[in-house]
């Protein structure tokens, strides 16, 4: 007899079991999978403590998962996959303003606001004037795009994280795009922040020697018809963290210029366009 469970033909005796005739796409994914995960396994010669504790850790992260915290998400954003899925998803042309990663702290139905409000409920922090056009490939200003804006505020939390201490819809709004496509509003200079880490995550960062940083940043999710969506940030350009972002989010050209405001309204100014790609 033939076919039994080997050592040496893990793999093969799995991916076998899979009937003939079910989703191509899944068995593509399953036969990867389970081909990567046993090499894996095969590699480290995993102990029988080592499988214990995975499973001791998959369970935690499961446990504390919840409508307002999404503990797997953290683990693919901290292993970098969360932002190889992005780049494969996300292909641009040079000049296309490129993804990054969307995060757990965006909240639907931010308050539509008018250019040039200040979406700062709180006062807390540096003041900043973002402003910029919203373009196209060709250079032509998209109007009616939706500028969704969101950040932390100047002690690195996000308004639904401080829930009783936060104005609600502090540091967010969404702004809509006249026949110039340009955007202006007051906001404040973000600051960097830890990622939640008190959880399984955050132990596995500390296992690693890794801290739990993200380089100050601010949110945007820019939506116009015939254009492809962007989920974007603009980043402080001299952050300490840039370069170690603990979710890998930061691109070059994403680093956004934060200068002193020559007519003194704010204290800074961060000039920035963003732009989109046609839907094909
Ligand atoms: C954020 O930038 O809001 C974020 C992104 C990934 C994980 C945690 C936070
Ligand atoms: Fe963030």
Redesign the pocket.
Known sequence: MTGFFTEENSAQAVNARMRDGIDPRLKTIMSALVKHLHAFVKEVELTEDEWNSAIEFLTTTGQICSNERQEYI?LS?VLGV?MLVDAINNRRPTGATENT?F???HVKGAPIRQMGDSISLDGKGETCLFTGRVLDLNGNPVKGAKIDVWSDNADGY?DVQQPDSQPRWNNRGIFVTGSDGAYSFIGTKPVSYP??DDGPVGKMLAALGRHPY?PA?T?FLVTAQGHQKLVT?TFVGDDPYLASDT?F?VKETLVAPFEPNPDGTTQWVSRFDFILMSES
């Open positions: 953290l954003d969360s990663v995060g757990p702290f996000y990622i939640p993200r940043h949110h940030h979710v989010g």
